[in-house]
């Protein structure tokens, strides 16, 4: 069988019969989004203003606080050490997990979206902005936090140490993904910043499963 | 060509490096408090006063070398890195790891002063200009990196980790500085301008260089220092260091 | 030299928090990183000769 349909479909049945740990992004995205407003205060113009904002930060926690899972389970396990010695490309492993990994994580937060921004309200125009941003966004800090996820792999205090070492790498997507909805809703249309956006996930889809691959390595040598 | 090869591949071997790091870090210390004086009395005492910003602009002889410095000696962690993952040498982690200390704290220094430059000058502690905000994300990527090789106990694999980390780090630096400045312009933010459209006094540049390297000599002496350190403990089973530690004199 | 007399050149054309806390606050931290590379170093030799039998463990709690 091919061995990258089996890690997607392992991958895929375990974590939905561990749904909780599925939702806990999830839920998490909604209560940030849901919470700023009642920390800031309803008039609509400000939540207009900040929505972009504050809607891709609370993606962005939500997908940081769901890396831990990346690879976690499949270390204490034993089946992360068995891919690393497996024959199939562990660059090309890697990237199934991270697929994996953003089809339960990543694309609900994308479906999600219209839900939240309705909260803000936001245009018709710019929730389909923010959609594309995210769906553009969510899989590249995917890719850039499997990085950090794999280098954090067994080490004390991996979940803190992990939000210190991906933030960095996760401000270009914020400042494309975010300003994208800006520029949409002042008119100046987002096809720059999307455009970027993508250009960024091609990188990062081309060279982080390797990276990733090299890390694992590291961590279980 | 061979032969200059062999020469400096010596030097991969932690007790040569020791030797050698021990005889070059005391002529840098002398050197960087040398240029340091002298650029301190060209910056504080010779470089005329200017018009707009008046004595506060003097900030900028310590502000721009710990920026310049930052950067470089995350450039130079990031050397480091790629040849301990090309080469496998032991030595290379341990300079990435000797180096990262004095790079965060050029880090620091650089928002220190910048905030403390910015207060007069602008009004605010903070303004999100693109260079400041960049220097903010360095400081980050530096703590990751101490942070990173401080939790995995494992010496080898913190060399690697953290390795692959700086690298990591500096392939993205160019990126993130360029979204933020994308962001910082889109967003007409406050732009920090060194010298208000005035050009520069050679003394102001002379002053700004001298201090630089001093920094920059500064920087080499405390890495090479703290790495004979590291040295010792990473190489403690080995005869070279039980022979070294029996010897009385010691001192530095 | 543009300064006329020394409380002049502490005072920094009234910017003397400014620039002193710049210079300042970079002396004395250059200043504590040297003390503490210094400080590790001596530690680190104590704690190895200890362990290799040459060195007497110190008697207070530090060592």
Request: hydrophobic share 60%.
């Amino acid at each position: 069988m091919n061995p990258y349909w089996a890690v997607l479909r392992r991958d895929l049945a375990l974590a939905l019969r561990r749904k909780n740990e599925v939702l806990t992004a999830v839920f998490f995205f909604v209560v940030v989004a849901s919470l700023f407003p009642l920390g800031i205060g309803p008039e609509m113009g400000t939540l207009r203003l900040i929505a972009p904002g504050i809607l891709w930060v609370g993606a962005l926690l939500a997908s940081m606080l769901a890396l831990g899972r990346l690879f976690a389970a499949d270390h204490q396990d034993g089946s992360l050490e068995q891919m690393v010695l497996s024959s199939a490309s562990l660059p090309g492993l890697v990237a199934v997990k991270i697929l994996a990994h953003w089809l339960l994580s990543g694309l609900p937060l994308v479906l999600l979206a219209p839900v939240l921004a309705l909260q803000f309200d936001l245009s018709a125009e710019a929730i389909g902005v923010l959609m594309a941003t995210l769906l553009l966004g969510t899989p590249l800090l995917s890719l850039i936090g499997s990085v950090g996820a794999a280098l954090t792999l067994g080490v004390r205090g991996a979940d803190v140490l992990l939000s210190l070492l991906v933030l960095p790498l996760y401000i270009p997507a914020l400042v494309f993904g975010a300003g994208a909805v800006q520029a949409q809703t002042a008119g100046l249309g987002a096809s720059a910043h999307l455009s970027i956006l993508l250009a960024m996930l091609l990188v990062a889809a081309l060279f982080t499963p390797w990276a990733c691959a090299v890390a694992l390595r590291i961590a279980l040598e | 060509m061979t032969l200059h090869f062999k020469f400096w591949f010596r030097f991969a071997s932690p007790q040569a490096f020791y030797a050698l790091a021990g005889r070059l870090w005391p002529g840098l210390a002398v050197l960087a408090t040398l240029l340091g004086l002298w650029g301190l009395w060209l910056g504080l005492c010779v470089a005329p006063t200017d018009f707009q910003q008046g004595q506060a602009y003097r900030i900028i002889f310590v502000h721009v070398p710990a920026s310049w410095m930052s950067m470089v000696i995350y450039m130079a962690m990031a050397f480091w890195a790629l040849l301990g993952l090309t080469f496998n040498t032991r030595l290379s982690g341990m300079m990435t790891q000797a180096l990262a200390p004095t790079g965060a704290l050029f880090a620091f220094l650089s928002l220190w002063t910048g905030a403390l430059w910015g207060k007069p000058m602008w009004g605010a502690w903070w303004v999100w200009d693109a260079r400041l905000t960049s220097e903010l994300i360095l400081f980050f990527l530096y703590l990751g990196f101490i942070g990173l090789t401080a939790a995995i106990d494992d010496p080898r694999r913190a060399d690697k980790a953290g390795g692959l980390l700086a690298l990591v780090g500096a392939i993205n630096v160019p990126i993130i500085y360029f979204s933020v400045r994308w962001w910082n312009t889109l967003h007409q933010g406050a732009s920090v301008s060194m010298t208000q459209g005035s050009s520069m006094a050679q003394t102001m540049l002379t002053a700004m260089l001298l201090m630089a390297l001093s920094f920059w000599f500064y920087a080499i002496a405390v890495a090479l220092y703290r790495v004979r350190t590291l040295i010792l403990v990473r190489e403690r089973n080995t005869h070279w260091v039980g022979e070294l530690l029996k010897t009385e004199e010691l001192s530095q | 030299m543009i300064w006329n007399s020394l409380s002049e050149f502490w005072a920094m054309g009234g910017y003397a928090e400014y620039v002193w806390g710049s210079f300042g606050v970079a002396a004395l931290f250059m200043a504590i990183e040297v003390a503490q590379v210094s400080y590790e170093r001596k530690q680190t030799l104590l704690r190895l000769r200890m362990l290799q039998g040459v060195q007497e463990p110190a008697m207070d709690s530090h060592a």
